[in-house]
């Protein structure tokens, strides 16, 4: 394939009047009727910005001054925001963030098939920095600075971006950047050593539930003084060490050597009678959990009051992984089943109901792109439906769902796109959209999660 032949571009800044902001929250303005997309600006600003490319029907460029600033501008939290690529929002108040996530979904829903809930209910909002309990961060050695880089990479290109901290992660990571940076520098593997995953749970006050994982990612093998100097770190910082030499299943712990190899977080769930009603979720740190953890909790307790649970309900949760909503779910319900694709996640989700005493849940691996109707977990047929599908979305999903004739369906989201496309499927067989919403997950990020409630007409 002939690589695309790049233009000599304009090296004067030109002037744009930003009219609209696009998905991924970047400035809209027109040039002799060509669409120029401008980071950093915001609706109603006229900005002073550099080219950075140009393409047939549109180009690209960034800020470089603003004229004349909207109302809904702000100084970034992060001092690393203009040139971290792992925010695009921050310049942006939090209350327009969010109205503008917002206006996202409203826009697809009418997108696809002109669709809009009965009722909108208010964003979900949480905390706006620290909030960010998982992530990868890149690591590099940098010849010509002589000098190792730790964090996101930079906007526009793949350079590891030269921060000190991140206010978006977690403080217990995010404001220890600069010493995985000497970290990586003293070990003999620094140029051999491209990224660190990071996960946290709730501090357990325990030695051996550990509060924050480490997974080292190597590409050479390890000295016994490298170990040593692991195993150091990890008792200075309170950090679980895990190795990778090769592909997620050679994951391993290093440090502390007593425990098993789980964070945790728990779940409080307001039953009927506003009573508690409490979960501990265990999970290994390189297994799929919600980043934000006060947003996921208030998203559960959503899920289940929109569901109307009552303590006969047979309840089906599509996608459950670990078990999220599904052992919550199980507090309040008669039975609840859980599905996922993934046969390691069905065992962390049995690990987890065990390990709280359900008893009356049932955890199952199945295909979720072919019809599972007929599967021995299904044939009773469910009364409630939640739904959590990854970013495409749910559509085979969704057009097998009426052969359970559920009362109601929750939908989960992180896209609204597939959201609104799979919705239209629903009203299609025969069911309302009585609410939604989007919930705060990725503040200072154009990322939308979202939540919608479905009836049965």
Avoid at 279 to 298: C, G, K, L
Avoid at 314 to 321: Q, S
Avoid at 389 to 416: E, I, M, W
Wanted: aromatic share 8%; hydrophobic share 40%.
């Amino acid at each position: 394939m002939a690589r695309r032949r790049r233009k000599k571009l304009p090296q004067e800044p030109v002037q744009c009047n930003i009219i609209n902001l696009s998905h991924e929250g970047r400035g809209i303005a027109k040039s002799d009727g060509k669409t120029q997309f401008v980071e950093g600006a915001l609706p109603g600003e006229t900005v002073l910005a550099q080219f950075t490319d140009s393409r047939g029907k549109f180009d690209e460029l960034k800020t470089l001054e603003v004229l004349d600033a909207s109302a809904e501008r702000v100084e970034p939290p992060c001092q690393h925001a203009q040139i971290c690529g792992g925010c695009s929002l921050q310049h942006m108040a939090s209350d327009a963030q969010i109205q503008f996530k917002q206006a996202v979904l409203k826009e697809q829903f009418e997108h696809f098939g002109n669709l809009e809930p009965e009722h909108w209910v208010e964003p979900m909002r949480g905390p706006s920095a620290g909030y960010r309990t998982k992530a990868r961060l890149g690591a590099r050695y940098v010849a010509k600075r002589e000098e190792v880089l730790v964090g996101f990479r930079e906007k526009r290109n793949s350079f590891i971006a030269d921060i000190q901290q991140c206010e978006v992660l977690d403080p217990r990571i995010g404001h220890e950047l600069l010493a995985l940076r000497e970290l990586v520098a003293s070990l003999s593997v620094y140029r051999e050593l491209p990224q660190f995953e990071v996960a946290m749970g709730e501090d357990q006050k325990d030695p051996e539930k550990d509060g924050v994982a480490l997974v080292v990612r190597h590409m050479a093998p390890l000295t016994d003084e490298d170990l040593e100097k692991l195993k150091v770190f990890g008792k200075q910082h309170a950090f679980a060490i895990y190795l990778q030499p090769g592909g997620v299943s050679t994951v391993h712990k290093l440090w502390p050597e007593s425990g098993e190899e789980r964070l945790y977080y728990d779940l409080e769930i307001l039953n009927k009678n506003r009573n508690s009603d409490k979960v501990s979720m265990a999970f290994h740190p390189m297994d799929f959990t919600q980043v934000n953890v006060e947003i996921n909790r208030n998203m559960v307790q959503r899920a289940i009051d929109w569901l109307d649970i009552q303590p006969e309900d047979r309840v089906l949760d599509l996608f459950c992984g670990l078990g999220n909503f599904t052992l919550p779910l199980a507090t309040q319900a008669g039975t609840v089943v859980g599905v996922e694709g993934d046969e390691a996640m069905v065992e962390r989700g049995r690990e987890n109901a065990q390990r709280n005493g359900l008893t009356n849940v049932r955890f199952s691996a199945a295909n979720l792109q072919s019809d599972f109707t007929s599967e021995d977990w299904a044939r009773e047929g469910f009364d409630k439906i939640l739904i959590d599908p990854p970013r495409s979305g749910a559509l085979d999903v969704v057009s097998y769902l009426t052969k359970f004739d559920a009362q109601r369906v929750v939908y989960v989201s992180c896209n609204p796109a597939t959201l609104a496309r799979d919705a239209g499927v629903l009203v299609e067989k025969g069911y309302r959209m009585l609410k939604a919403g989007v919930m705060d997950m990725f503040p200072h990020t154009t990322h939308v999660e979202s939540i919608a409630l479905f009836e049965k007409n």
